[in-house]
Every structure is written in structure tokens, then in C-alpha cells.
């Protein structure tokens, strides 16, 4: 270091060694906990969001029906909806989206082994791939493909495994057993008929049934059950927050049945996200304080220093050089404490991914962007409020007009 | 560098200056690039005020007073700070010096300002003033003395076209009077530069070109 910087460092600051260290760790901690409380927003928000498949608390889709009641029984079209009815459904409050349920008009028989003659009668539907929570890379099919992916729903798995398997002395299967099987899908009528090589591609947690690519459905619908029925008796409905009171008069109203615990599950999103702002105001007040300490630091740092501020500028120093001197003196802090900030962020967040892959859930190894855009806010205020308090401070010292 | 003061009147002794005939208040004076001028002061006329306005560290007058034919009071900080690290130097009468630093330290606050003067010549010149043990004391336990002559020596460390000397010697006996004398004609003449010295009683310190009575 230069002689110059010696002298200044030693005529300019002298606030305390034990002052500095606690200013910065307020610092860092504000920091801090304004980018932990931004990254448990976001979280949050990926969480419910449910871009991922095996995200129980991603789902906001609910599955929509008519209630069969006693007048409803003997009439097949009774619980269909027509494209009135789902028009207005997709117009109801909190709803995001809606796709229909399609249902196979055709019968469908899946052969376990042609040789000994096990088969069973299934049915199928399909809705459109955005509803999905599981979509398999080869999830695809069209006309003159041979092999059918199919999904099946999770609770019928877990009604086989501990329901059916155990009562009946059967053994219990593994998923990946389920998916490695492979049988023989019929279509069609004794007369005319189709038969499709087809293999469970993967479980749904969010629709209960039994699911097949859309083009398949409709290729069965259209060749072996023409002019037959084809509006959906199911929709899935995509909302934002099913838990709003809004929302469940609607299906009440109209007599629509969902799954309930849906509703009571939405309720505690709506809890975590009041919790989650909450926590995100507090960090933005201890970060404003934090802020606040760090400042007045550097104010009295400069008050203590009045005496030879004064003296400096009166033997030719100038008040830019003095600003610079101080900047660069206490920058790089607010950087440091912003860096050890970060790295605490990002080493929260990489836990985080690691405990929550344990229970299922899914979030991002490292923090999300909402997390940097806050650290770069925050950086930006800060630092400013630094030069604001350099400059003024020390323009407090220039000589008196 | 050339000096014009324009009806100077210092507002707090404007009473004072308008009872009384002054050769600098209320005057027109012109004061060429390399006079040697001397201003006699009486005590309470505002000599050190005047050094102050030439200065720039005060501005309350009515007036101007301007360098090379821009008024002072126009110049901004950085304007000023840019005169006084290069064309203005000063020995001001009560020394301001950093009363935390060493003497050598305290020289060293401003020679590397400029980096003009090299620090063994700062050592040479410690020891004509009969300083040089002095260079690691803190500058407030030195004596007034001291302090004068330190002071003396950190106006003499920046390229200056003016020396502005407020009682520069009224701590020293004789013979450092003389010593510093020597020191400063050196280097005032090194710099091509001139001098203003202000003081109570008459002197002939320098070859002086103007004599003014405050």
C-alpha cells in the first residue's frame, strides 16, 4: 500500500475494528434473510405450481364431474357435458383451464397371455397432454403405430398392493415390475377388430383412471363406436386456488363433484403463501435496518474523521478523491457481506433440494432467479445508499461558503 | 498568476473598515505574477481574514477577489482543491497540523499529493530547520516552535505560483527565522513563484515589491 493510503487509512478511519465486524454481519445476515425469504416464496411457488410429475403438492387439478344421483341413473348422456357447460366452466372464478376426459366407446380388453387366455375388459380415457402430471418421452401415438403407451393412475397401483394383492395371497408388485410387463390391448367387437401391443409407461397421481394418448382414443371412438356419444362425463379442471369459496359455490351450485381433499390441501397453500409473504416483509424490514446500521456506520465513521476531512481538503485534497478513498474502502465490504450472503443462499437452497428429493418433492439445486434478481436489488440499493452517504457526508465537511 | 482584489469589505468587519483608511479594504489592488508583497497588520484589522478570502477558505465579503481574472468565489470544490494542490500554498498562523500523525508523517500527507519534492530533500530540509529529530514525534506533543517549522516545510512541498504566510514565524527565535528565510527564498525562487506575507509589525524579510498597511 501506498504511503498516501497508509495516512489516509489512518487519519480517515478509526470507528473500530469490533463496530465494522458487527455492521457487516448485520449486513450479511439482512441479506441474508431477504434472499431466504424469497427463496422459500419461490419454492413454494415451484412447489404448487406442480411443474413436476411427482409433485402431490403441485396439484391445483381437479377432476370435475356431474353428481349421478337417482334421476341421473338411468340416463347414459345424464353426466355428459356439453361444450355449453364446459364453456362456462372455463369461465368460473379461479379457473385456469379446462380439458376433457375422453372415454372409450369401444370395448377394450387387455390380454395378459394370448396362450393361457387371461383377459380383461378396461376402460380408457385420454385428456390433453398439458393436464398431465406424468408425460413419458414416447407418450406419443398415431394411426398404424402398434404399441400403445398407457398411464395408470397411482391409487389403482396402491388399491392392487395393499388392498387386492394382500387379501387374495397375491404377490405385490414394484412399479418398475408393472412397467416391464408388457400385454396385449384388444379393441373392438368379435367382427372387427384390432389388437395393440401396449406397456404401462407411467403412474399418475392426478387423474384416477386409466389413460391412453388422445389420437388413440379417438382412432377407437371413430372407427368402432361411431355416432355414438363423444362429449367428456369428466373434466380436469386447472385452478388457481380450488380452496376459494368462490369456487366451491360454483360446483355447488351446479351440482358438479370434485375430490374434496383437494379443496382442504389448497386451503394450507393459501396458509403457506400469507406465511411466506409474512416472512418475506420481515426479511425486507430487517434488511432495510440492516442497511440502516451499515450506513450509519459509515457515517460515523466519516463524523469521527470531521476534524481531518477538513484539514485534507484544505491542503489540496480534493472531495472526489476523499469519495473515491471511501469507496473503495467500504465496497468491497458491502460485496463481501453480499458474497457470503449469496454462498449461504445457495447452500440452503442445495440442502433444501437434497431433504426434499428424500420426501418427493422437487425443487431446484441452486436459487431460482426471483433469488438473484433479489440480490441484484439489493446490491443496487445498497450500494447507492453507501455513495449517497460518502458523498453527502463528506460534502458536509467541505469548507464553509 | 496574477492578483486582483475588487472593493474587498470582510462582512463581519465592515463597520470596522468603513471608520478607518485601509490600503487593501475597499481598494483596488493589483498584485502582479512574483511580488513580494507584505501586508502589515495591526491585530483585529483582519489579516488573517484576508489570508483566508486570498485563500479561499472564507468567502463572507462583499467584493471580489479574483486570480487571473476569475473571481474566487466562483470556484467550485474541485476547482479550489486543483489551486491549492498546485498553484496556492499557505502557512496558516495556528500551523493545522494533524495532531495524530508524526511530524514525518504529517509532511508526508502532502508531499505525496504531488509527489513534487523527494523525500530525502524532505529530510535535508527537516534538518536545516533543526527538526530532523523531530520526524517520528506525534505533532501535538510538539512545541508551537516545532510545529511552525513543520508547517513551514509542508507549504514548501506542492508546485505553487503564490505563498500565502500568515505570522509564519511568530513561534521562532531569530536564528530559525533566519533559517526559514533562506529555506523559502529558495524555494519561492525555484518556483518562479511570489509571496504575500502578512504580519503585525513591519519587517524586511524578503525583498519585498509592495508594502501594505491593512
Known amino acids: 500500500m501506498s504511503q498516501q493510503k497508509l495516512l489516509l487509512n489512518k487519519l480517515l478511519l478509526h470507528s473500530g475494528r469490533s463496530r465494522l465486524w458487527l455492521s457487516l454481519l448485520s449486513l450479511a445476515a439482512g441479506t441474508t434473510l431477504l434472499l431466504v425469504a424469497v427463496m422459500v416464496w419461490w419454492n413454494f411457488n415451484e412447489l404448487l405450481s406442480g411443474k413436476h410429475d411427482d409433485d402431490s403438492l403441485g396439484s391445483t387439478f381437479l377432476t370435475v364431474s356431474k353428481r349421478v344421483t337417482n334421476e341421473t341413473m338411468g340416463r347414459p348422456g345424464a353426466t355428459i357435458f356439453t361444450s355449453d357447460e364446459i364453456e362456462q366452466v372455463k369461465a368460473a372464478p379461479q379457473v385456469q383451464g379446462v380439458g376433457a376426459l375422453l372415454s372409450n366407446r369401444f370395448p377394450a380388453y387387455a390380454v395378459m397371455n394370448a396362450a393361457i387366455g387371461f383377459s380383461t375388459e378396461m376402460f380408457l380415457e385420454a385428456v390433453p397432454e398439458k393436464f398431465m402430471d406424468k408425460l413419458p418421452e414416447d407418450w406419443a401415438w398415431q394411426e398404424g403405430n402398434r404399441e400403445v403407451p398407457i398411464i395408470v393412475s397411482r391409487e389403482f397401483l396402491n388399491l392392487y398392493n395393499y388392498g387386492f394383492a394382500l387379501s387374495q395371497g397375491l404377490p405385490q408388485l414394484s412399479e418398475s415390475s408393472i ?8 379393441i373392438g367387437n368379435a367382427l372387427q377388430g384390432e389388437v395393440f401391443n401396449a406397456r404401462v409407461a407411467g403412474f399418475s397421481d392426478r387423474i384416477s383412471s386409466v389413460l391412453v394418448p388422445e389420437p388413440f382414443l379417438k382412432y377407437g371412438n371413430d372407427k368402432y363406436a361411431p355416432g355414438t356419444m363423444t362429449g367428456p362425463s369428466r373434466l380436469i379442471v386447472k385452478t388457481k386456488d380450488p380452496s376459494d369459496p368462490r369456487f366451491v359455490d360454483y360446483l355447488q351450485q351446479h351440482d358438479y363433484v370434485t375430490n374434496a381433499e383437494q379443496l382442504r390441501w389448497n386451503k394450507l397453500r393459501s396458509v403457506v403463501e400469507i406465511v411466506s409473504l409474512a416472512t ?3 426479511a425486507l424490514l430487517l434488511m432495510g435496518v440492516s442497511t440502516l446500521v451499515f450506513v450509519l456506520f459509515i457515517e460515523l465513521t466519516i463524523a469521527k474523521a470531521k476534524a481531518a476531512i477538513r484539514l485534507l481538503l484544505e491542503i489540496g485534497y480534493s472531495p472526489g478523491y476523499l469519495v473515491g478513498f471511501m469507496l473503495r474502502k467500504f465496497i468491497p465490504l458491502v460485496v463481501v457481506a453480499l458474497l457470503d450472503a449469496m454462498i449461504i443462499a445457495v447452500a440452503i437452497q442445495c440442502s433444501a433440494h437434497y431433504k426434499l428429493q428424500q420426501m418427493k418433492l422437487h425443487v431446484a439445486k441452486f436459487p431460482g432467479w426471483p433469488v438473484w434478481i433479489a440480490l441484484g436489488i439489493s446490491a443496487m440499493v445498497l450500494l447507492w445508499f453507501v455513495v449517497f452517504s460518502i458523498k453527502r457526508s463528506i460534502s458536509q465537511e467541505k469548507i464553509a461558503a | 498568476m496574477q492578483l486582483e482584489l475588487e472593493q474587498l469589505i470582510p462582512i463581519p468587519l465592515a463597520d470596522e473598515v468603513r471608520r478607518r483608511t485601509s490600503a487593501i479594504w475597499a481598494r483596488d489592488v493589483l498584485v502582479n505574477k ?9 491585530s483585529g484589522t483582519g489579516k488573517t481574514t484576508l489570508i483566508h478570502f486570498l485563500y479561499g477558505v472564507r468567502r463572507d465579503y462583499h467584493g471580489a477577489v479574483k486570480w487571473n481574472g476569475q473571481s474566487a468565489k466562483g470556484f467550485g470544490t474541485e476547482k479550489l482543491s486543483e489551486l491549492r494542490a498546485g498553484k496556492l500554498s ?10 495524530r500523525l508524526t511530524a514525518w508523517e504529517n509532511l508526508g500527507v502532502k508531499r505525496t499529493l504531488t509527489n513534487s519534492v523527494e523525500p530525502q530533500i524532505v529530510k535535508d530540509w527537516m534538518a536545516r530547520l533543526g527538526i530532523a529529530d523531530k520526524a517520528d514525534s506525534m505533532a501535538g506533543t510538539l512545541s508551537y516552535g516545532e510545529q511552525q517549522r513543520v ?6 512541498l506542492q508546485p505553487f505560483n503564490w505563498l500565502l504566510m500568515d505570522e509564519p514565524f511568530s513561534h521562532l527565535d531569530r536564528m530559525n527565522i533566519e533559517r526559514a528565510i533562506e529555506l523559502i527564498k529558495e524555494v519561492v525562487s ?3 513563484a511570489g509571496l504575500i506575507l502578512a504580519d503585525l509589525e513591519d519587517n524586511d524579510y524578503f525583498p519585498y515589491t509592495q508594502k501594505l498597511v491593512l
Open chain 2, 190 to 192: 525555484k518556483n518562479n
Open chain 2, 151 to 156: 508547517a513551514i516545510i509542508r507549504a514548501l
Open chain 1, 280 to 282: 418475506g416483509l420481515l
Open chain 1, 179 to 186: 412397467q416391464s410387463i408388457s400385454f396385449q390391448l384388444k
Open chain 2, 34 to 42: 512574483g511580488e513580494y508583497v507584505f501586508v502589515q497588520a495591526p
Open chain 2, 90 to 99: 499557505i502557512i496558516f498562523q495556528d500551523m493545522r497540523l494533524f495532531p
